[in-house]
């Protein structure tokens, strides 16, 4: 079979791209298996293990999980992202939530993107910021930081937006304007008109946490801690909450 120039480019990308997510080892990623490909059909699976407690989001919604045990997981999230951003060049996922963090049956939080077998639909390498994405100019309205929708690229500080909420769906059980309409979603994101979240009775046992949380949702993404500061303010609020995990460890 001949392949054209265009289809040829776009498979070697993806190669290249499956054998780099081989190198990626880290307890809070989920590991690459393997890849399927279709050339006939110009297309590539990437296929990952399936985690018995399926994502993040049914994952704290099945049981009513202690404060200790919520933050255990988010800083598992956010240790993730730090060994991204951390690499060279940094990785940023581009569509980070809930539901694309599995629950591993040793109760550790793994990031993915869309479950076990994903299609790679882009990659992209920025010679200007030295960053590459995982996932592609993609992302869910409601985890997307204002400067999405005013139209820029994802990048390692958009990524820093979306822990925040993944935070916040660990502890509130919510995903982020649970009860408000897309359109009013990009207004209030826009002007920084966030949810409330040091008012909930959960969150005010650990004001530490609604900190962070605000300063990832800075307006100005440049002001947003970096993945080692979330992750290193989370270690701590761990070590202060008599953190215990939730296998009991």
């Known amino acids: 079979m001949k392949i054209s120039g ?3 480019r776009i498979l070697g990308l993806t190669l290249r791209e499956a054998g780099f997510l081989v190198e990626l080892s880290h307890p809070n990623i989920v590991k690459l298996d393997g890849f399927v490909e279709d050339i006939s059909k110009n297309v590539i699976w990437l ?3 399936w985690e018995e407690n399926g994502s993040l989001r ?6 009513d999980w202690e404060i200790p045990e919520r933050i255990s997981l988010i800083r598992d999230v956010a240790g993730g992202v730090e060994y ?3 690499r060279t060049p940094p990785l940023y996922h581009g569509d980070l939530k809930s539901i694309n963090v599995l629950v591993s049956s040793e109760y550790r939080a793994v990031i993915t993107d869309f479950g076990s077998a994903r299609l790679l639909l882009d990659v992209k390498f920025s010679a200007a910021t030295k960053t590459m994405t995982l996932t592609g100019d993609k992302y ?3 985890w997307a930081a204002p400067e999405l929708l005013n139209g820029d690229a994802p990048g390692l500080w958009s990524d820093i937006w979306a822990l925040g909420w993944v935070g916040y769906e660990v502890m509130m059980n919510s995903i982020p304007f649970e009860n408000v309409g897309d359109g009013k979603v990009v207004m209030s994101v826009i002007q920084g008109d966030v949810p409330s979240i040091s008012e909930d009775t959960r ?7 609604c900190s962070l949380l605000a300063q990832c949702w800075n307006l100005d993404p440049t002001k947003r801690p970096t993945a080692k500061d979330c992750r290193t303010a989370i270690s701590w609020m761990a070590s202060n909450t008599g953190l215990r995990s939730i296998a009991g460890n």
């Open 58 to 63: 049914d994952f704290v919604a099945s049981a």
């Open 203 to 209: 969150m005010l046992l650990i004001q530490e946490l």
């Open 140 to 142: 869910t309205l409601r």
């Open 47 to 49: 296929v990952f293990p």
């Open 6 to 8: 265009d289809k040829a």
């Open 84 to 86: 991204l951003h951390s």
